[in-house]
């Protein structure tokens, strides 16, 4: 026979029996476990001494600190959102323009660069919070700025998905020339346009969005 466990706002379900019992909240967590000897094993042996991410009272469970700090880090799965870090130059404006932008849209994702956001707040901070809530960062580093190789490392601290692009003949930095890198050239901007596609397609499928 199963039992629920309250988990903060989170309901854990032990017993497919009581699969009418869950509350209506978007934080949900199920956990299928066996008895209560394993319910009691996962609690508190895996989730609260070793990796200390609850607390407890009784049977009230609750996210202790360390599971924040990590929920905060981690990935929206959700997330529908291609960051891209690039330089603001006109002689790149078209790269954004015909390529970048057109080509995340067609993979079902919301195209974002910096400058085309309402904010009324630090651009800095605006920037850190725009990767953070996207699902993927596309990285020019075209014209060799600093900001773009910031905000590409910061992109990967998170664990996103960077897809490299440079202007062929641009210098690239020693710590990013192994990666796959797509370089481009004015006079053939549609093919960089379709292997962009490409390879978000390809690291990450098809986005949730309609494409025209």
């Excluded at 319910?39 to 989730?47: K, N, P, S």
Aim: hydrophobic share 40%; proline share 5%; net charge negative.
């Amino acid at each position: 026979m199963g039992r629920d466990f309250q988990f903060g706002e989170w309901w854990v379900q032990n017993s497919p029996q009581d699969s009418g019992k869950l509350v209506a909240s978007p934080l949900k967590a199920i956990g299928w476990c066996r008895d209560l000897a394993e319910e009691d094993y996962l609690f508190h042996q895996i989730l609260k001494h070793h990796f200390g991410w609850i607390s407890s009272i009784g049977q009230k469970f609750h996210l202790a600190p360390n599971a924040l700090v990590r929920l905060e880090a981690a990935p929206d799965s959700q997330a529908t959102i291609g960051f891209c870090a690039m330089w603001f130059s006109p002689e790149v404006l078209q790269l954004w323009s015909d390529v970048i932008e057109p080509a995340i849209r067609e993979s079902g994702y919301e195209p974002l660069r910096i400058d085309g956001k309402e904010h009324n707040g630090k651009i800095d901070d605006e920037i850190m919070a725009s990767i953070r809530a996207s699902k993927f960062v596309v990285s020019d580093f075209t014209g060799s700025r600093g900001g773009v190789y910031y905000e590409a490392g910061f992109a990967h601290g998170l664990g996103l998905p960077v897809i490299f692009m440079c202007r062929e003949g641009d210098a690239l930095h020693f710590d990013v020339r192994q990666y796959n890198c797509i370089f481009w050239t004015p006079e053939e901007l549609p093919e960089a346009r379709s292997r962009l596609k490409n390879r978000i397609l390809a690291t990450l499928g098809q986005g949730p969005l309609k494409t025209q």
